[in-house]
């Protein structure tokens, strides 16, 4: 450059410089929108907001554990009684005995070591007149007894070898 070039040293604008800050506290606030915190708390870990947090229960205290179990409890409760409704067999419905073999035992009492009253063919469509509250374990699956009627008789029957019928 010689004595003779004049050119003008080019200047950032104030213009340019506020819009720059504008724009920089835009995309802090939004970052700070997408960590849900505020925006104080995302300037000094900006960073943190592209690291994936491998335990995130971990940060929580007992009270917030607590409470996140207590809606997770409340779900679980709730979605089992739907399943259950539509699943389990009541009182005072039918059902259709479902079993491998031919006929199905059906006993005085809800036990295998009560004595068999008469035997019921598969497929047989049956009255539900109790359905034991307690679950047992039978050949290594959990059920309940059933108190079935059936041609003005009654016995017990092992309540995973009836299925319900959907009207």
Not at 151 to 162: I, M, S
Request: charged residues 25%.
């Amino acid at each position: 450059m010689g004595y003779g070039d004049h050119r003008k040293k080019k200047s950032v604008s104030g213009k340019k410089l506020i819009t720059f800050f504008l724009m920089l506290s835009l995309l802090w606030i939004f970052l700070a929108s997408i960590a849900d915190r505020s925006p104080v708390k995302t300037l000094g870990s900006i960073g943190d907001l592209f690291k994936s947090d491998p335990d995130p229960l971990s940060r929580m205290n007992k009270e917030q554990l607590i409470g996140l179990i207590g809606q997770q409890n409340g779900s679980i409760d709730s979605l089992e009684a739907v399943i259950k409704s539509y699943s389990v067999i009541k009182e005072n419905e039918q059902a259709i005995i479902d079993i491998e073999s031919d006929k199905l035992n059906v006993r005085k009492g809800p036990s295998l070591s009560q004595p068999v009253l008469f035997k019921i063919m598969d497929s047989t469509l049956v009255d539900i007149l109790y359905f034991d509250d307690q679950t047992y374990v039978l050949e290594g699956k959990s059920g309940s007894w059933c108190k079935i009627g059936y041609a003005d008789q009654q016995g017990w029957v092992w309540g995973n070898y009836l299925r319900k019928v959907v009207r």
